[in-house]
């Protein structure tokens, strides 16, 4: 996938009717925002330039990719160079995530370097600081606007930051007003921290950029840093001046990732790469399931009508046969009413891929949810009602499909799996599965598969070892797990299977040794003076 320039037709759309295209006026100094054409509002505010800015702003953009243990992607998010270009400001609550020790900054060029280093991080505002093992000074950072969000009509910005983590789109709206963070916290039934900011509030046609994204000003100067805090009433954003202090208290050293502070703002967070399935795709995939599989001799009812002699009679001299329709059970399908056709598995598997990518979507809808867990829990609880037949077949299809190394990634899956040991790397937990007819091994996080799908939370318990379960998920990427070869897999939901055969002798018993908690490493607390900081930074 290619972190391309992408102009959005909504944000170009607006700005042509606002009559705010212009001709970009050339590049700035290396570590400083360019200067950019723009016009006055009758209000007095400048309206930036959206074509000078996808030419200039967007270099100075770039995606943030935090890697797990094991190298899977665990997160992502947008980010911008800062100053002299040797930080780039993301979303903290992306970075901060379990086991996540190295980052992967894209940019707008092709060029990607990794990190695993920050000089700032800042619970209150939910930002940090990433530093760049080299200062990238062609084309520079971006500064910090000196401007408020609360001039009258509000500040136009433009939002310029990853879509679906993949190309970089373009928003156009004005930043204003003031949220306090005590409204927030309210909004998410939480409590603020000590010195939480005043957040800003964007108002745009459309949802406008991801966690991290700079809104930015006629100036090129980076107003607010836009946040996805779950539950928060319309689109917020960190302003400068909150970012400015944050950094001027950071201590002036750099640790390691693996030492960043919890953020205290339920974020959310991207977790997969790609745009996400519309409702309507996934209630098509699933339609396309139940006719794919319904045996078409018997229409489903599992039963045919036949016609069978039941005796004669005589009628007017003549010897009559007595036949009567009788239901028989269907040898297509075995009774059953599904019947596993040659592409069938193809439909499984996009519904499970639908479903996770609805889950793992920040914008996914409470009802859209509700009913994607119902309709795949009902062609999970489907598999269970197959004969040995279709049962074979189609773990047979899901074997081979497991077993490509040059496919691509991520991909849905649908398996019958038994759980096997539990095994830990780089701080996580991940049970291990075998899959029915397969020498390949799973791995997914224990997290998981901590209930079924559908399961009352009381009700709450995880498939034990030898238990076999039907599972439905998305395929990451091919992992090495305790020197062995493991296919990783993100879980939509489970339930539990048919006993498909007994636990390999070869398996451990039991789980390993329960995981020590992980001390926390808090940084002593900033005097808050400037003591040449802003140098460190690369700030004013």
């Known amino acids: ?45 400048a309206v930036p330039d959206l074509l000078a800015i996808r030419k200039s702003i967007a270099p100075r953009v770039c995606l943030v990719r935090a890697d797990g243990a094991l190298g899977v992607p665990e997160a992502y998010a947008s980010g911008f160079l800062l100053g002299a270009g040797k ?27 990794a990190s695993d280093r920050f000089g700032m991080a800042d619970a209150a505002t939910g930002l940090v600081a990433i530093a ?29 930051g990853g879509r679906h983590a993949e190309e970089l789109d373009l928003a156009a709206g004005r930043m204003a007003g003031n949220v306090p963070a005590s409204e927030l916290a309210e909004a ?8 939480a900011p005043a957040f800003l509030r964007l108002y745009a046609p459309a949802k406008a950029g991801a966690a991290g994204a700079p809104a930015v000003d006629a100036d090129g100067g980076v107003v ?89 009679r005589e009628v007017a001299g003549i010897n009559r046969t007595i036949v009567k329709q009788v239901p028989k059970r269907c040898p297509a399908c075995g009774g059953d009413g599904i019947i596993c056709k040659a592409d ?29 867990v119902e309709n795949t829990g009902t062609l999970l609880h489907l598999l269970l009602k197959t004969g040995d037949t279709f049962r074979r077949r189609l773990a047979e299809v899901a074997a081979k499909d497991l077993e490509k190394e040059k496919a691509p990634f991520p991909r849905g899956v649908v398996v019958y799996a038994q759980r096997l040991e539990t095994v830990r790397h780089g701080g996580r937990a991940y049970m291990c599965l075998r899959p029915y007819r397969s020498n390949v091994r799973l791995a997914v996080p224990t997290a998981n598969l901590e209930r079924a799908l559908g399961a009352e939370p009381a009700k709450a318990r995880s498939p034990g070892i030898g ?34 055969g007994p636990l390999p002798s070869s398996s451990e018993k039991a789980d390993s040794e329960k995981e020590r908690p992980r001390r926390r490493h808090h940084k002593r607390p900033s005097s808050g003076r400037n003591d040449g900081r802003p140098d460190f930074f690369g700030v004013e």
């Open 132 to 160: 760049l093992p080299q200062a990238k000074k062609d084309p520079g950072g971006l500064s910090l606007s000196t401007a408020g969000g609360a001039a009258e009509g509000g500040i136009p910005v433009v939002v310029v």
């Open 188 to 195: 998410c039934g939480g409590k603020a921290p000590a010195g």
């Open 224 to 312: 607010g840093t836009m946040m996805a805090v779950a539950g928060a009433d319309g689109l917020l954003a960190v302003p400068a001046g909150a970012l400015r202090r944050a950094l001027l208290a950071a201590e002036p050293a750099l640790e390691p990732l693996s030492r960043l502070p919890k953020p205290v703002w339920p974020v959310a967070v991207q977790t997969l790469p790609g745009e996400p399935m519309s409702p309507q795709e996934f209630a098509g995939a699933v339609r396309a399931v139940k006719l794919r599989s319904r045996c078409d001799k018997c229409g489903g009812d599992g039963q045919i009508v036949v016609k069978k002699v039941v005796g004669h």
């Open 87 to 113: 930080f780039v400001i993301t979303d903290l609550a992306s970075v901060a995530r379990p086991g996540v020790q190295k980052v992967t900054i894209r940019f707008n060029d092709g060029t990607s370097v």
């Open 467 to 500: 238990d076999w379960i039907v599972l439905a998920g998305l395929v990451r990427a091919s992992v090495k797990l305790n020197h062995c070869r493991a296919v990783y897999v993100k879980a939509f939901g489970w339930i539990k299977g048919p006993d498909l």
């Open 344 to 372: 069938l598995y193809d439909y499984f598997a996009r519904v499970a891929e639908g479903a996770t990518r609805l889950a793992a979507d920040p914008a996914t809808k409470p009802s859209v949810m509700e009913a994607v």
């Open 1 to 45: 996938m290619v972190f391309v320039k992408r102009l959005c037709s909504g944000s170009l759309l607006i700005a042509m009717a606002a009559g705010v295209l212009g001709v970009w006026s050339g590049p700035a100094s290396p570590g400083q925002s360019p200067a950019m054409p723009r016009r006055r509002t009758g209000g007095g505010a």
